[in-house]
């Protein structure tokens, strides 16, 4: 019997605007890109090159002194600019702009290609950090430094191909359209990191791709375990996926590890396999571009640093009336304010909701009927919080494990009375970090 986790809410998955469409590249070479220097969520990298400089596809252009975490052009051109640019996380950070030659030259000096034999613990921690691999599910946080941590201390990799925010179907697609090469990565690292078990989770909603994993397993690995559960938000949420395999709850201040367990998102596996058996460093992904405002919602292969101005172009613009943009999706992500917002590494979609599709009605007063502590999937109890917050009761607050929140969005997507209950517990887990309520 499969295990399952408290709370969660399933809202329509809307995937069916783009889940047949294949990853597409790009119509056109964007003119520039705009490269954040925050190499991953904890560290930012310094400059290599200077504007006037010439860079190829795949040439590092920045590196954080102490990890080596690398970031590569991913256009061939000019370097213009370091300049502050908006990230999708919200706020600017300092980027450096390359103005392609419209040719897509590769770095002649990238690495060659290894075959899986060759691959040991120290040739693919040095691969994903020179790659510049980081979390492509969101969470944007050294590839190699996890690898480092898991190795000998996991009994599981579980391939999280869950994808559960609604729109989103970049994973799904790359599950379809590179099974294989997928399948034989989690071996290596499974191999290297000395794990006994690979478990690839995805949902229901994508039964073709599951049966095609299922039936590629037979042939890869007997090791590897393909579970196809029913979907529901957040599954693919770290602490969520890991009690759906093992039954075991995670508490307060504890990993993965804790459960034995490395989880890995499709994307950042299909970017080990490319940095590995085709030498190639991140410097594109797949982004769902989608939403009822989007003329032809499409999943196109990005290079980083594409401005979100781009992207709606080559899905034929938005259509007539007000869109609002979101990055990261409807559930967990964030506003865009500026279609120059770039596409980072660990932005897998923007979405821009029609005028039907938005949730932002007028707030009313809460009327006490639990729905957003029976959804949180963290046991929190949104309305106290919220509560605490606005009384500026701060020594009530600390004692509500805001910090637990995992920034799901289920509070606020089952709040009748429109409360912006994850923000304002942004607000309260920032007012906690800075002393109190003010
Ligand atoms: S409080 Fe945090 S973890 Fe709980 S439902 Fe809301 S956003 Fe998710
Ligand atoms: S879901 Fe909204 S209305 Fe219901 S208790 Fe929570 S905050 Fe109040």
Request: charged letters at 20%; glycine letters at 10%; aromatic letters at 4%.
């Amino acid at each position: 019997m499969r295990h399952t986790f408290f709370g969660g809410v399933c809202p329509a998955s809307h995937k069916n605007l783009t889940r047949k469409k294949p990853i597409a590249p790009l119509d056109v070479i964007p003119e520039l890109v705009t490269i954040p220097l925050r190499a991953s969520a904890d560290e930012m990298a310094v400059p290599l090159v200077q504007p006037g400089d010439q860079v190829q596809v795949g040439q590092p252009i920045a590196r954080v002194e102490k990890s080596g975490l690398t970031i590569h052009a991913s256009l061939s051109g000019q370097v213009e600019s370091v300049q502050d640019c908006p990230h999708p996380w919200g706020g600017l950070c300092p980027a450096l702009v390359i103005r392609g030659d419209g040719k897509d030259t590769p770095w002649p000096e990238r690495p060659a290609p290894l075959t899986a034999d060759q691959v040991n613990l120290s040739t693919l921690l040095d691969r994903v950090n020179e790659a510049g691999i980081v979390g492509m599910g969101g969470g944007a946080h050294s590839t190699a430094d996890k690898l480092r941590r898991a190795e000998g201390k996991i009994t599981y990799i579980i391939l999280n191909a869950a994808e559960c925010e609604p729109y989103v179907s970049v994973d799904h697609r790359l599950l379809l359209e590179h099974a294989d090469q997928l399948l034989l990565c989690t071996q290596v690292l499974s191999r290297c990191l000395r794990a006994n078990r690979v478990a690839v989770v995805t949902l229901g909603d994508k039964l073709n791709a599951a049966e095609m994993i299922e039936k590629r397993v037979q042939l890869h690995s007997g090791t590897t375990k393909v579970y196809t559960l029913r979907t529901r938000y957040p599954l693919g949420s770290e602490k969520q996926i890991i009690q759906t395999v093992t039954g075991q709850e995670l508490g307060q201040g504890s990993g993965p590890l804790d459960a034995g367990c490395l989880v890995l998102n499709v994307g950042t596996v299909y970017a080990i396999s490319q940095a590995l058996f085709e030498g190639k460093a991140l410097t594109h992904r797949a982004v769902t571009i989608s939403g009822g405002a989007v003329t032809r919602p499409r999943n196109l292969w990005v290079p980083i640093g594409t401005p979100l101005s781009h992207l709606l172009a080559e899905c034929g613009q938005l259509k007539d009336g007000a869109a609002q943009l979101l990055s990261g999706g409807v559930m967990a992500g964030r506003p865009v304010e500026d279609l120059n917002t770039p596409v980072c590494k660990d932005t897998n979609c923007f979405i821009a909701l029609s005028d039907e599709e938005r949730k932002d009605g007028l707030e009313t007063a809460c009327i006490r009927c639990g729905k957003c502590a029976a959804s949180c999937p963290m046991h929190l109890v949104p309305t106290f919080i919220v509560k605490a917050l606005r009384q500026e009761d701060t020594a009530y607050l600390k004692k509500l494990h805001v910090e637990d929140c995992i920034s799901c969005g289920c509070c606020s997507f089952v709040c009748p009375a429109n409360i912006p209950l994850v923000e304002l517990i942004h607000k309260a887990g920032e007012a906690i970090e800075n002393g109190g309520v003010k």
